[in-house]
């Protein structure tokens, strides 16, 4: 069955960067669907935050977080990362990485909680 | 940016009630809308797709209708396990979208 396994949850202090990795398996090419990276702060609504297209790695971000995230992926281990840089208290969340069809999306991540404090 | 918003933001209702759930699009979005369900602490679960579609595995009693600016979710008998939070998003256009969400909670 498909999942999305990502990595442990994160405490970072205002500035440093954090890196979340999100691994793929039960399906064979994971390279043909685009993955994307969505947001929850705690208690607000979802927000999105770009794709990758693991095949390419193109890219596309959301215009509010331009210059400060970057989405990678590494084909040989089909896992696709997000890194977000300059953290700021209101990057607290919960985030997910979510397989994307048409633009909906079938199977998410468990999700990954990173807490920006001092 | 396409802004997509939902009513109620919440709603009280019994099991074996019917529950409709609106979404709004700023502009059209043809039929490029998907509802999600939310439980606390856990990833969003798709349920319909391309506004109407009925996700595999998701029971029948939920279904979807609308195109171009207005959708609606419905619920044609609450269960015990159908309270949750529940958010549309459009995938007409970059950037992607989500509605603010409606909480169905125990009246």
């Known amino acids: 069955q498909v999942q999305l396994v990502q990595s442990g949850a994160e405490v970072k202090r205002p500035g440093a960067s954090v890196k979340v990795s999100c691994k793929a398996s039960g399906y064979t090419f994971f390279t043909g669907q685009y993955m994307h990276w969505v947001r929850q702060a705690p208690g607000q609504g979802l927000e999105w935050m770009g794709w990758i297209n693991p095949n390419s790695g193109g890219t596309n971000y959301a215009e509010k977080f331009q210059g400060r995230v970057t989405m990678t992926r590494d084909t040989t281990i089909s896992t696709v990362y997000m890194e977000l840089r300059r953290l700021r208290s209101d990057d607290t969340a919960l985030y997910f990485c979510?397989?994307?069809?048409?633009?909906?999306?079938?199977?998410w991540g468990q999700g990954t909680l990173v807490t920006v404090s001092s | 940016d396409i802004q997509m918003t939902q009513s109620p933001s919440t709603l009280s209702a019994s099991v074996g009630d019917r529950v409709t759930i609106t979404c709004r699009a700023s502009q059209s979005i043809s039929s490029w809308l998907a509802w999600y369900q939310q439980k606390p602490g856990k990833a969003p679960k798709i349920l319909i797709y391309?506004?109407?579609s009925l996700e595999s595995g998701v029971p029948s009693r939920f279904s979807g209708s609308g195109s171009g600016t207005e959708f609606t979710l419905t619920i044609s008998s609450l269960q015990p396990d159908d309270f949750a939070t529940y958010y549309c998003q459009q995938y007409n256009s970059s950037p992607l979208t989500f509605g603010g969400g409606t909480k169905v909670a125990i009246k």
């Open positions: 979510a397989r994307a069809r048409a633009g909906d999306y079938d199977y």
């Open positions: 391309k506004a109407s």
